[in-house]
DNA sequence: GTAGGGCTTCCCATCATGGGAAGGTCAAGC
DNA sequence: GCTTGACCTTCCCATGATGGGAAGCCCTAC
């Protein structure tokens, strides 16, 4: 099988081949004389589960230690469920962060007429500026919790 | 008001103001004679738009566009509105594909023991092959509905 | 006059991914 | 046997938003 067969294979780009065995994640393949990679059922295997695991948001780090897991026969389940329980607990925590945006936004566009004039809440909003141009300090919208500094990284 | 007293004035890095001017998100600063560049509490305020635009999670280009809306005094508050609305919508897709993520994680934790042996019902999941070594094809946990494919771009 | 802290620019790194160029290789068709 | 087109190789660059750090200038306080 050549790269681009086992990327048909697998749904893993040859681009992202390349990358994962130039990083380590996977073995490097093998190579005929003229150096093109060769791959068996067995790579195209770790492939496929390098895909899966990309599909639940794993980062890279994370899937090799999973890759190395599935090939310790004497692994512990316990090590695999926890990376699987963090990083349901790491997408729950983006989760929220992106929910409490998405709260705030809608929130702003429900108030905000959508017509021909200029006066927009939402830009107000934004542009509020803790007593220094116009607006009073206040509570602007109660409370509609525009999470103060929701995390520099909000979406890692 | 200096660069560093204007990042801790609105929560925007020096090394981010540098690089919002850069790409032309806001105007140049002016500059003291010794090349210092220079805030007032306009710039401020442009900062600070900036700063909460981010946190709603609006992409550099998206803030470009509000910013322009901002200036512009015979604006259309529909068109505000609409990048809010695609705002929230464009989250609430993300918001979606994590949630299914995190659906697939939770349902084959629940069901690995996460003890001391070996056998995991994650791994095998992940290792799942179409019939390849060792699994059926078929459903192997009915109906947890890891999504095929969420989308190469998970989390743009 | 000097020390320390802040400013400048420039380069590099992240993370996972894609684009593209330059050149070698293979298989099919003539 | 030769051409053609599809595929492979490596290498470099770009993304988006952010941080780190170096080398060198500037300002203020002592």
Chains 1, 2 share one sequence.
Do not use: N
């Not at 990083?87 to 945006?101: C, F, G, K, T």
């Not at 705030?104 to 220094?132: Q, Y």
Request: charged share 30%.
């Amino acid at each position: 099988m050549t790269i681009g067969e086992a990327a048909a294979a697998t749904g893993v780009s040859a681009k992202m081949i390349r990358y994962y065995e130039e990083i380590g994640l996977v073995p490097a393949a093998g190579r005929t004389a003229a150096g093109y990679r060769v791959y068996g059922p067995h790579d195209v295997h770790t492939l496929r589960f390098v895909r899966r695991a990309r599909d639940l948001g794993f980062a890279v780090d994370r899937i090799a230690a999973l890759l190395a897991l599935w090939r310790d026969r004497s692994r512990a389940s316990a090590d695999v469920r926890r990376l699987a329980v963090d990083q349901a607990a790491l997408l729950r925590r983006r989760i929220d962060e992106l929910q409490s945006m998405v709260r705030t936004l809608e929130h702003l566009a429900e108030h905000c007429h959508g017509d021909a004039r200029p006066d927009c809440p939402i830009l107000d909003d934004l542009a509020a500026t803790a007593g220094e141009c116009h607006a009073a300090p206040d509570a602007r919208f109660g409370s509609t919790g525009r999470p103060h500094r929701p995390s520099p990284k909000e979406m890692p």
